[in-house]
């Protein structure tokens, strides 16, 4: 059996964000396909977490001094130190934006590490080494490339500065500063670089030239249940429910605020429909002013899926910035909901996907689109055969990570 071991500091078993989900998928899918996954945590993990991973059966290796095999164990000096050190989730903003300090990629030269690192290469002697975004490239520096007993994969999520230059068009912060060159010499420590999207994937090959790269999008897990979800309907005699889910970072934030001020007083008046937003978005929504609306409910985090795409009709999804694969969208398909979206959402997606979806980007369309499929019973019907089909022919494990698979086993 092979070995792989993933380094992360994102606790990706809760499944709060996109992020992830993407990472949960991406597990589940290597171990249904017989690859042994060990989790590296790299931050302090609760008892929740714990009982999770325990339940999930997934090994984790927590970060820790004592951790390593070495004999020279490390002065509770710098035990101390290193607990004191906090440490930024990479898909969640900050909340008090006078706090915020983005990192850089030397923030996570975390000191011993590498030392326990080493050590877990050592003692597991893993066939792969996957690191969830480059942040942890500077784990590889004792290791170069053509001199390894493993192969090193990335999973990019994002082109992290190309993200970052779009955060700051909108005026928002990104959780970390990083250059073009810099994440460029920070994925040549790579042998695969796993891009999320065809878009991305052009530019990550001629930023790391010497290194394979392949596209790996997102399948949502959906449970035993889920392709039921999408026979989800309240009726013609009562407006359709609409649903937007997102985690609390600046981009979903101000899509969500822009709907809710552009958008949905107009759609509520017309035609007193209920808007759902899930998720820790709604923090952000509170911190600007943005909860109360007529019409609107707010749930907060769901860890089952089914119970958002479940009481909802159709979806919205408002987001204008941010690089990286579009899940919500995906989530949208994956479940056979329609979805009115801005143009941001459909990159990376095929002319089908995008066909299935109604895709504008001003307000007053936004708005008569969200009016039309609201009233329009025949073209949710007609936009719901699409999203299946979709779902079927593009969602399914053979076709979103094939070729990954077929990397790992050549």
């Not at 958002?308 to 994956?334: H, T």
């Not at 801005?342 to 990159?347: E, I, M, P, Q």
């Not at 007609?382 to 593009?394: A, F, H």
Request: hydrophobic share 40%; charged share 25%; net charge negative.
């Amino acid at each position: 059996m092979k070995t792989i071991l993933f380094v992360t500091d994102q606790p990706f078993w809760r499944r709060e964000n996109g992020a992830h989900q993407r990472s949960w998928s991406l597990v589940q899918c290597l171990r249904r396909n017989g690859f042994q996954v060990t989790v590296f945590y790299l931050v302090e993990m609760t008892h929740s977490d714990e009982a999770i991973c325990c339940q999930l059966e997934l090994p984790i290796v927590k970060f820790h001094p004592q951790g390593t095999r070495l004999r020279d164990r490390f002065s509770r000096t710098l035990q101390r130190a290193f607990a004191s050190l906090s440490q930024p989730d990479p898909s969640v903003e900050t909340q008090d934006p006078s706090a915020r300090n983005p990192a850089t990629l030397e923030t996570y030269r975390w000191p011993l590490a590498p030392t326990q690192f080493k050590s877990l290469v050592k003692s597991l002697r893993p066939d792969f080494v996957l690191c969830n975004y480059v942040i942890w490239a500077n784990l590889l520096d004792d290791f170069p490339v053509g001199r390894r007993r493993f192969q090193a994969l990335v999973d990019t999520h994002d082109l992290l500065h190309v993200r970052q230059q779009q955060f700051a068009t909108y005026d928002e912060d990104h959780w970390i500063a990083i250059s073009k060159e810099e994440e460029s010499a920070a994925m040549a420590k790579f042998d695969l670089i796993i891009a999320a999207q065809t878009e991305e994937a052009e530019t990550i090959r001629s930023m790391a030239p010497h290194s394979d790269v392949v596209i790996v999008g997102h399948q949502t897990e959906l449970s035993a249940d889920a392709l039921q979800v999408d026979s989800h309907q309240h009726g013609e005699s009562m407006p359709p429910r609409i649903g937007f889910i997102g985690s609390d970072n600046a981009a979903n934030v101000d899509g969500i605020a822009w709907f809710l001020q552009h958008c949905w007083p107009e759609i509520h008046r017309r035609t007193a429909a209920e808007l759902v937003i899930a998720g820790s978005v709604n923090q952000g929504l509170r911190r600007q002013r943005f909860a109360d609306h007529p019409g609107v409910r707010l749930r907060g985090f769901l860890p089952n899926l089914d119970d958002f795409y479940g009481q909802i009709d159709f979806a919205i999804n408002p987001v204008r910035f941010g690089s990286g694969i579009k899940i919500k969208s995906i989530e949208s398909l994956s479940f056979g909901k329609p979805l009115v979206t801005h143009s941001h959402n459909t990159h990376g997606l095929s002319a089908a996907a995008i066909d299935s979806m109604i895709v504008v980007d001003d307000a007053n369309g936004f708005t008569e689109a969200v009016i039309r499929l609201i009233h329009d019973h025949d073209l949710r019907g007609e936009l719901t055969k699409r999203v299946r089909r979709v779902r079927e022919s593009e969602l399914s494990e053979d076709s979103v990570y094939a070729d990954l698979l077929a990397w790992l086993r050549r």
